[in-house]
C-alpha cells in the first residue's frame, strides 16, 4: 500500500509523536513518498524506512491514502496536491480539533488498523472552480472552503455585482465577496456572519464581507448554479482568493464560479458524525460565559 504523507512545520515538541507516526507506517510495511516542503521540515530526525518525495499530482497517482500532519489548512494544502486523483485523505490534527482534521496522534494505529480492514467511509466534498482567467492559480483553480473576492489594502468599498446562471441577483457594495461551499461555511463565512450549512446540502452560500446596505444578507444557492461578478472599483486592482492563496488582478475581470467535476475524498471512522465536530468546535451545550 501506497501512502502519501503532507505536513506543516511543527514545534519541536511535537518530534515523538511524529516519529513514532512513521514507525507505525514503517511496522506496516506501507511504501511513504511525502511532499517536499515536509520532507525538508523533517531533515535531522530519525525516521524509519525510505522517505521519498513527492512533487506533483501526477507522483501521487497510486497512492492509497494521503495523511495530513497539521490542521484544516493542511488539508485545505492537501487538496490543491491532489487534485482530480480524489485520493482519500485522513487529517491527523497537530493542534486544537479541527472541522476537517479530526483525529489526533493518539488515534493513529486505530486509523491505520480501520483502512487495512475497509471500515471507513469516504465523505466526498463538494469543490468550487474558478473559470481561471491567465491561469492565475496554475494547475489548482479550485478550492474546498471558499473563494473570495476583497478590496486590496486600504482602499475604499468596492461593488461586486453578481449574476445567477446569467441573472442579475445583485449589487453588493462592500469590503468584498465570499462564495463558500458547505465545508467552507465554518470559515471565513461564517465569521462574517453566514449561515452553517450541512456538508452534503448541494449548495453555494453568498455572503458579503462588511456590506454598506445593512439589509444585504447571506444568501444559500443550488450548487449547480453558475456565478458570474464583474466588480466596480476605484482603484486598479482588487484581491481574490481560493482557500489560502490569493493574487491581486485588474478590477476590470470578470469572474466565473462553478462547481468543480471532481471531489475532495476526506477519510471517516466509526462513530463519526460533524453534529459532533459543531458542538465541540463552538462550543454548543456549555456555559461559556466566564
Not at 501526477?58 to 490542521?71: H, R, V
Not at 469543490?127 to 483553480?141: I, N, Y
Amino acid at each position: 500500500m501506497l501512502i502519501a504523507v503532507h505536513g506543516k512545520e511543527f514545534d519541536r515538541s511535537l518530534q515523538a509523536s511524529i516519529s513514532n507516526f512513521f514507525a507505525l507506517l514503517h511496522k506496516h510495511r506501507f511504501e511513504v513518498i511525502v511532499s517536499e516542503p515536509f520532507l525538508a521540515c523533517l531533515q535531522g530526525m530519525d525516521l524509519p524506512g525510505d522517505l521519498k518525495p513527492y512533487a506533483s499530482a501526477k507522483e501521487l497517482k497510486g497512492a492509497n491514502f494521503m495523511f495530513t500532519l497539521g490542521g484544516d489548512g493542511t488539508i485545505l494544502e492537501a487538496v490543491t496536491h491532489i487534485g482530480a486523483l480524489e485520493t482519500p485523505v485522513i487529517g491527523v490534527n497537530m493542534g486544537r480539533l479541527g472541522f476537517l482534521a479530526t483525529i489526533g496522534f493518539g488515534q493513529i494505529d486505530y486509523a491505520i488498523t480501520q483502512i487495512l480492514a475497509g471500515k471507513y467511509t469516504l465523505d466526498k466534498r463538494v469543490l468550487l472552480r474558478l473559470e481561471d482567467p491567465g491561469e492565475l492559480f496554475k494547475a489548482a483553480p479550485f478550492a474546498l472552503n471558499d473563494f473570495t473576492i476583497l478590496k486590496k489594502d486600504t482602499s475604499s468599498m468596492i461593488v461586486v455585482h453578481a449574476y445567477v446562471d446569467g441573472e442579475f441577483l445583485n449589487s453588493y457594495w462592500a469590503d468584498g465577496l465570499i462564495i463558500s461551499t458547505p465545508t467552507g461555511s465554518t470559515g471565513y463565512s461564517l465569521s462574517c456572519g453566514g449561515p452553517l450549512v450541512l456538508p452534503q446540502s448541494n449548495n453555494f452560500i453568498i455572503t458579503p464581507v462588511s456590506p454598506h446596505n445593512l439589509n444585504v444578507r447571506p444568501m444559500v444557492l443550488g450548487d449547480s448554479s453558475v456565478l458570474t461578478f464583474k466588480i466596480d472599483a476605484r482603484v486598479e486592482n482588487v484581491l481574490i482568493s481560493l482557500d489560502s492563496r490569493s493574487v491581486t488582478i485588474p478590477a476590470t475581470t470578470e469572474l466565473i464560479i462553478k462547481k468543480e467535476n471532481f471531489r475532495a475524498s476526506l477519510v471517516k471512522f466509526d462513530g463519526y458524525h460533524p453534529f459532533d465536530t459543531l458542538r465541540k468546535k463552538l462550543y454548543w451545550g456549555q456555559d461559556v460565559r466566564n
